[in-house]
């Protein structure tokens, strides 16, 4: 089977040029890589196309970050491009994943992922495991994620973290933060419950601050490594309509902006980008501007 990246020429993430085997590069900060697969979908798919509409619409995106005092670009950013995965067995595009992110993780301590579906962070964590061994998790959705199954399949977008629990990845933090909506079933929530993880729903902030939260959320963590997941649909479909499961009564984009930026000065050795899907963008690009510049205050904390 050919595992070779497969190596984008039409789009850049801002400034940042894409990885080069020929290139002896001394050091890699972060990388960026897409991970253009959807077929984790339970509902509308069209993430496999969010890789390449997030780079284009990062392209006004400026060198200086007023808010955080950052100039992110400073640091060396590699766009490592997409893999390229299997799109009709999932057991198969995960170990693809799980292969080419173990490559790129003996070149960059770093990385962000631009998806796809959630079903991304499960190989992902497989990778991250390898080399750092348990981290903490911190998942923005407005779902769960951990169910043992879906439809059948073990491997889905809506079963990457009990994935990630089952093989023992992830450490005592597990943080769920923005759930809402509607489940299968109240024995969800107390499965969850078991798994070990914490939840913070949306509507946590209507009685609490953003900053309580997230200093709770800190102090927990401390010094462990952490990986962030960030569901494009734990923000409101007015703010991010392009997305495969959408869910009403989400976080504004600032305020979303806000937490991400609340969490700097943690050791985030990992992200994710999941969900958008840019055909349900009603032709605006809103989504992926905003994945874009989520994209962009991760690299400017990590």
């Excluded at 993780?105 to 992902?124: A, E």
């Excluded at 009990?162 to 990845?169: A, G, M, P, Q, T």
């Excluded at 840019?278 to 994945?291: E, F, G, R």
């Amino acid at each position: 089977m050919n595992m070779k990246l497969r190596y984008a020429n039409n789009f850049s993430f801002a400034k940042v040029p894409f990885y080069d085997e020929k290139i002896n590069y001394e050091k890699i900060d972060i990388g960026i890589i897409g991970i253009p697969f959807d077929s984790g979908c339970s509902y509308r798919s069209g993430s496999r196309f969010a890789p390449s509409s997030i780079r284009t619409n990062s392209c006004i995106l400026r060198e200086y970050n007023i808010k955080m005092d950052v100039y992110p670009f400073k640091k060396n950013i590699i766009d490592f491009a997409d893999i390229n995965v299997a799109p009709f067995n999932n057991v198969e595009a995960v170990e693809i994943m799980e292969v080419e992110l173990d490559n790129i993780l003996k070149k960059t301590d770093k990385y962000i992922i631009l998806g796809g579906d959630h079903t991304i962070s499960y190989p992902s964590l497989k990778a991250i495991n390898k080399k750092f061994g348990k981290v903490s998790i911190i998942h923005f959705d407005s779902h769960l994620d951990t169910f043992d199954d879906h439809f059948g399949s073990k491997i889905t977008h809506g079963t990457p973290f009990k994935r990630s629990v089952d093989e023992n990845l992830l450490n005592e933090n597990k943080f769920h933060i923005g759930l809402r909506g509607s489940t299968y079933s109240k024995e969800d929530l107390i499965n969850d419950k078991n798994l070990g993880f914490h939840i913070y729903p949306c509507d946590y902030i209507d009685n609490h601050s953003i900053s309580s939260m997230i200093n709770e959320i800190k102090e927990k963590i401390g010094d462990t490594k952490v990986y962030i997941s960030i569901d494009i649909d734990v923000i409101d479909p007015a703010y991010a309509p392009g997305t495969g499961t959408p869910e009403v009564g989400g976080f504004s984009s600032r305020e979303f902006i806000n937490i991400l930026r609340m969490l700097k000065g943690l050791d985030i050795v990992g992200a994710d980008i999941v969900e958008v899907s840019p055909s349900y963008d009603n032709n605006a690009n809103i989504t992926s501007l905003l994945a874009a510049s989520l994209c962009y205050e991760l690299l400017c904390i990590i």
